[in-house]
T-cell receptor, first 114, second 108 residues
Framework: GAGVSQSPRYKVAKRGQDVALRCDPI?????LFWYQQALGQGPEFLTY????????KSGLPSDRFFAERPEGSVSTLKIQRTQQEDSAVYLC????????????FGQGTRLTVV | GNSVTQMEGPVTLSEEAFLTINCTYT??????LFWYVQYPGEGLQLLLK?????DKGSNKGFEATYRKETTSFHLEKGSVQVSDSAVYFC???????FGQGTELSVKP
């Protein structure tokens, strides 16, 4: 597709439920990033992939958060046993690669845990 | 660790006023610096970037200069328009460390 696509756009989960958020990056983009954005805040880094390799997962807030990119393209962010503090917009971005290159962002998935 | 600090908003200006949004950073090495913008109802998009010290990034009348000596990357525009109303984020390159964002509202 022309841009980074995320699905679903909105997700309401009951506390304790598992959720899976999908990201389709721009074709050919090597780097893929996940961010968490709370209301009124800047995006907080969660994890980074280069192709299928997860090179940095230092931002994942707990072991309930898990991300994968098995074929170096589509990525899934999974949150197990969701809690209210997980409510946020989850952003995915992709780039051709390298520190200086532009990252293109998806529209995000707004997760609300009730 | 690396971090970015932006001036707090909201910032409210009249059309054609001069804009400055301050951004300072702490980093090891010399990463690239970016300004991203989020218009109402839209996703984050790159506004401008600078890849090394003394570089000036510019786009749509906005500009910012990578100042190593003051560890700053302030965003400026000489004459803002109503259509510039958005949230602006300063970011440090690599895995992109963002500031908290500054909301700009421009009144006619």
């Amino acid at each position: 597709g022309a841009g980074v696509s995320q699905s679903p756009r909105y997700k309401v989960a009951k506390r304790g439920q598992d959720v899976a958020l999908r990201c389709d990056p721009i074709s050919g983009h090597v780097s893929l990033f996940w961010y968490q954005q709370a209301l009124g805040q800047g995006p907080e880094f969660l994890t980074y992939f280069q192709n299928e390799a997860q090179l940095d997962k230092s931002g994942l807030p707990s072991d309930r958060f898990f991300a994968e990119r098995p074929e170096g393209s589509v990525s899934t962010l999974k949150i197990q046993r969701t809690q209210q503090e997980d409510s946020a917009v989850y952003l995915c971005a992709s780039s051709i690669g390298g520190d200086y290159t532009e990252a293109f962002f998806g529209q995000g998935t707004r997760l609300t845990v009730v | 660790g690396n971090s970015v600090t932006q001036m707090e908003g909201p910032v409210t200006l009249s059309e054609e006023a001069f804009l400055t949004i301050n951004c300072t950073y702490t980093a090891t090495g010399y990463p690239s610096l970016f300004w991203y913008v989020q218009y109402p109802g839209e996703g984050l998009q790159l506004l401008l970037k600078a890849t090394k010290a003394d570089d000036k990034g510019s786009n749509k009348g906005f500009e910012a200069t990578y100042r190593k000596e003051t560890t700053s990357f302030h965003l400026e525009k000489g004459s803002v328009q109503v259509s510039d109303s958005a949230v602006y984020f300063c970011a440090l390159g690599g895995k992109l460390i963002f500031g908290q964002g500054t909301e700009l509202s421009v009144k006619p």
